[in-house]
């Protein structure tokens, strides 16, 4: 479990260096006090758990001082370790470690997802809303406005997908889906677990993973936002969270589906393209009909709002609506 995930990326030497590793961004000066080495001998070490994903760097664009703090491991270490085809890790090892700790059982999903404050937040398809509420959606909640006003954007190959691959589960959805964002996409770049994407490109991303009937999954913060993920139900972490161990995993947005029951057909496509099984379908007796017909339902509770079923219906029956209490997203 999580001691060969360790042995996979850490050399002890690395290890004991991480272990007096402070909490917060720090410049090498300070680090190679408080580490007692030498600038010249600690940098290299840095760089070289940097490139692994272990630690992260910060380069400030004014000074160009760079700063150095322990990457978490979500989001953080267990992405980047299957973030990119190459590299120094061994990846069908990893997989196996990062799959037997985090599916084994719920322990890992608990001590991730278990938490009063959610990692991520689900944006709604903008493509599910229709125009009496589209005035009323804020920036923050749109994916397409959040990539937008990025400083920068990179694409990388999903983590979650990557990994089920590599264990044999792999689905059909394309895997460089993964959008970086700001400090977090320079980053990225620098250390090669991705690579830049213009606003263009990473626009055109949310476009087609929304047709695909993707969940998209930011940052769980209302500022700067460093991560927009272009999730599927079967190999997403965040998504296995509420399914499969019945956590809130994810901070809903702002919206809801509905249904309108006569527009109804009882077809089932909103309940199969639910990511997380918060529609089903129930039967309802109608009028003049021998056979007894099926209406969807949705699980007003269980729902993220991603808007997913909205647009997987063909009988414009299914609709996004304001929650009446919007989720607290921290700033």
């Not at 009882?266 to 379908?281: D, N």
Request: charged share 25%.
């Amino acid at each position: 479990g999580w001691r060969e995930i360790l042995e996979i990326l850490y050399s002890p030497e690395e290890a004991a260096l991480a272990a007096r590793f402070p909490l917060k961004p720090t410049p090498l000066a300070e680090l190679a006090r408080r580490l007692r080495k030498r600038e010249a001998e600690l940098r290299p070490r840095l760089e070289a758990m940097c490139d692994k994903g272990i630690v992260m760097d910060i380069v400030s664009r004014s000074t160009g001082e760079v700063k150095y703090f322990l990457a978490p491991p979500v989001v953080g270490f267990f992405e980047f370790s299957m973030m990119r085809a190459g590299g120094p890790i061994p990846r069908d090892r990893m997989a196996a470690a990062l799959d037997a700790y985090t599916r084994g059982d719920a322990t890992f999903a608990r001590e991730a997802f278990g938490g009063k404050t959610a990692l991520g937040r689900a944006l709604v398809h903008e493509s599910a809303l229709n125009e009496s509420v589209t005035s009323d959606v804020l920036g923050w909640e749109r994916a397409t406005e959040i990539v937008s006003e990025a400083r920068a954007c990179a694409v990388s190959t999903c983590y979650c997908r990557h990994k089920a691959q590599h264990v044999g589960r792999a689905c059909d959805t394309p895997q460089e889906t993964c959008l970086s964002l700001g400090a977090g996409a320079e980053f990225v770049v620098r250390r090669g677990f991705g690579r830049v994407a213009e606003k263009p490109e990473a626009l055109d991303i949310l476009a087609a993973a929304r047709e695909r009937g993707l969940v998209q999954i930011g940052d769980n913060v209302v500022n700067r936002p460093t991560f927009i993920c272009n999730c599927c139900g079967c190999c997403c972490e965040f998504l296995a969270g509420i399914h499969t161990y019945k956590l809130s995993a994810v901070n809903p947005s702002g919206f809801v589906a509905s249904l309108d029951v006569d527009r109804c057909a009882g077809c089932g496509r909103c309940a199969r393209a639910c990511p997380i099984a918060a529609i089903t379908t129930v039967p309802r007796r109608i009028a003049g009909q021998r056979k007894t017909g099926l209406v969807a339902n949705v699980d007003a509770v269980l729902c993220i709002g991603c808007g997913v079923c909205v647009d997987a219906c063909k009988k414009d029956s299914m609709r996004m609506t304001r929650r009446a209490t919007r989720p607290d997203v921290p700033k």
